[in-house]
Structure formats: C-alpha cells, structure tokens
C-alpha cells in the first residue's frame, strides 16, 4: 500500500521561496505531482513529473520546479519568486501507472505567503 508524507510548507514572504518534499514509500510511482487548494477555491493542478517530462500549471511556470530524487523516492516543489496568491494547502499526488489518475494522495502541507 503507498503512502504520501508532504513537508517543507511554511510562512513566507512574498519573493521568498519554499521548497516542499513528498516522501513517498510503500511502492513505486510512475507518475506524481503537486496540487494545490486555497480557502473556498476547489483544488487545482500545480504540476506533475513522469520520467524526466515535466508539466506546469501556467500560473507557476518560470516560478515553481518539479523533480524527483528516485533513490530517495521523494519529490521535491521548488517555489520561487511567491506570491499572495500562492498561499495554500499543497498535496501530492502518484499513481503508478502513467494513464491512470492520481489515485494516492498526502495529507497537505500548508503554504502561506504574505504581501
């Protein structure tokens, strides 16, 4: 059974940066990513890594950076240049087939920026 454990969120200024981590264990995922939920908003996609393809929501491309550690089994969110808008609570997600949704997902880690 897999498991998702998030880390890193934080109270930021805004311009700082954060770099969250998702430790996953259990088994092995192909394919994992980054959403993200603000207060009254539903949850929205932030980013996702296959292999070495790497996806972005438009909202943090140039800003945020997906990766993975796989002798770790952990994948990292670089966030840079943060802004207000980014203040939410990140999960991440896997799922060990490519074509498959996200079916594992951490608890959240929350990420507050202020202006």
């Known amino acids: 059974q897999g498991r998702l454990v998030e880390s890193g969120g934080g109270l930021v200024q805004a311009g700082g940066s954060l770099r969250l981590s998702c430790a996953a264990s259990?088994?092995?995922?192909?394919?994992q990513g980054w959403f993200r939920q603000a207060p009254g908003k539903e949850r929205e996609f932030v980013a996702r890594?296959?292999?070495?393809?790497?996806y972005y929501a438009d909202s943090v491309k140039g800003r945020f950076t997906i990766s993975r550690d796989n002798a770790k089994n952990t994948m990292y969110l670089q966030m840079n240049s943060l802004k207000p808008e980014d203040t939410a609570i990140y999960f991440c997600?896997?799922?060990?087939?490519?074509?498959?949704?996200?079916?594992?997902w951490g608890q959240g880690t929350q990420v507050t920026v202020s202006s």
């Open positions: 259990g088994r092995t995922f192909i394919k």
């Open positions: 997600a896997a799922s060990a087939f490519t074509a498959s949704q996200f079916a594992y």
């Open positions: 890594i296959i292999g070495d393809s790497k």
